[in-house]
């Protein structure tokens, strides 16, 4: 019979590599979220999800300090983010991916990556324009087309694949699927999957259900600028009453 007393005790849980509680933010005068919290694991997927205007890029932007805010917890990787700017918050390693991609139209694929490029990050995985060619083919094929010359869908790809230059560890991704093609929307969950397995951490907000069910280990549902439901993607896939009254359009 073993003893419990001499049983080796489990391993200790590593706090989240993001830790969200009491945030919120505003537009001018215009609150808009109201006490969200959330975390995001070391190596961990988290889908923020919600119909248009619920909030969910404007967590994104609270986080990264693009958006008035004060939270009563707001830190990344040991470190408190509520009194640091943008520009400060992305050199801790949070890379931001807006909506509405933002790329340098004037340059070419490879000059845009340039610009993304920051050192080595330790604990966050090492990117270079040959890994993100590997990552993203279609980049590679169209190295020296500027930006104006790219679709849509190679402009959201290159904007992933700039930011992704800047070696973080964290990634805030907006809306990586909207407007996109279904080839290029599979093309962008294949990627993020192999993100993952790079080990970087992902927190993207989605308004489509099959995406993030393909790439993302929880769910966190936002409406009305409140946190109304989180926990693993498999249980709200399951949970129809939760997808009815939050996500079903």
Not at 1 to 17: A, E, G, Q, R, Y
Not at 80 to 95: K, Q, S, T, V
Not at 227 to 247: E, F, K, N, P, S
Request: a positive charge; charged letters at 25%; aromatic letters at 4%.
């Amino acid at each position: 019979m073993n003893d419990p007393l001499s049983s080796p005790l489990p391993p200790p849980v590593p706090p989240p590599l993001l830790t969200v509680e009491g945030l919120q933010a505003w537009y001018g005068r215009a609150h808009i979220l109201d006490g969200v919290a959330l975390s995001v694991g070391r190596g961990e997927v988290v889908a923020l999800m919600g119909r248009n205007g619920a909030g969910k890029t404007t967590t994104l932007k609270a986080v990264m300090g693009l958006a008035q805010r004060r939270a009563a917890v707001l830190r990344f990787d040991g470190r408190d983010l509520a009194a640091l700017p943008a520009h400060r918050i992305a050199r801790l390693g949070i890379g931001y991916v807006p909506e509405d991609r933002r790329i340098f139209a004037d340059l070419t694929v490879e000059e845009n990556l340039e610009v993304g490029r920051q050192p080595p990050r330790p604990g966050a995985p090492a990117w270079t324009p040959d890994k993100l060619y590997e990552l993203f083919p279609n980049l590679k094929e169209m190295r020296g087309r500027r930006g104006t010359r790219m679709s849509g869908g190679e402009q959201q790809m290159l904007t992933l694949a700039r930011t992704l230059m800047g070696n973080p560890s964290l990634l805030l991704l907006d809306e990586p699927s909207e407007g996109l093609a279904p080839l290029i929307v599979r093309q962008m969950a294949e990627a993020v999957r192999r993100l993952k397995a790079e080990g970087l951490s992902v927190l993207l907000s989605e308004q489509s259900l099959s995406f993030a069910a393909a790439v993302a280990d929880r769910a966190c549902v936002i409406e009305t600028g409140r946190l109304r439901w989180t926990g693993a993607m498999a249980d709200l896939l399951a949970d129809r009453q939760v997808r009815t009254a939050y996500l079903a359009v």
